[in-house]
């Protein structure tokens, strides 16, 4: 009976030893660059003109600019490979409201205006750039060359 064998020859910066400890580092550095993209959308988005559109109770007095009390309280954090943004501590009460996740938005007119739902989908596309120009940085520190 015919026989085949096949060798495999490992070899580049990639298989270096160095490589895990170093592609962890750049898993962390996507999730945190991603996270910070995320916060500045948010922040974007949530003051589309000078002066602010989203005022709470207590800053809706007539006459008085928005603080930008909403888009303060978007907090982002990275924790290894794990990212999350949200309405910090103690959480704004109208953000699910403007989100349009709220009841409220079935009994009103306003559905909301999906500011995380709208980044959500934004960061994904910037993922294959982020991660691009990560991994270039790293296969140069492994001693390869990068042709990402």
């Known amino acids: 009976m015919p026989t085949a064998q096949i060798t495999v020859t490992k070899k580049g910066p990639i298989f270096s030893p160095k490589a895990p400890r170093e592609l962890q580092i750049v898993g962390n550095k996507v999730v945190q660059n991603l996270v910070e993209l995320g916060e500045e959308r948010i922040s974007k988005l949530a003051r589309p003109s000078p002066g602010g559109v989203f005022l709470s109770v207590d800053q809706a007095q007539k006459g008085q600019a928005s603080k930008g009390h909403y888009s303060r309280s978007v907090q982002g954090e990275a924790r290894g490979m794990r990212g999350e943004i949200s309405l910090g501590q103690p959480a704004v009460v109208y ?3 403007l989100e349009g996740t709220s009841t409220r938005n079935k009994t009103t007119r ?5 500011i995380f739902r ?3 989908t934004w960061l994904q ?3 294959k750039g982020v991660l691009k120009q990560h991994m270039s940085r790293a296969i140069r520190n492994l001693g390869g060359r990068s042709g990402l």
Do not use: D, H, N
């Open 95 to 97: 953000g699910a409201w």
């Open 110 to 114: 306003f559905k909301g205006y999906g």
């Open 118 to 120: 709208k980044t959500s």
């Open 125 to 127: 596309g910037q993922v």
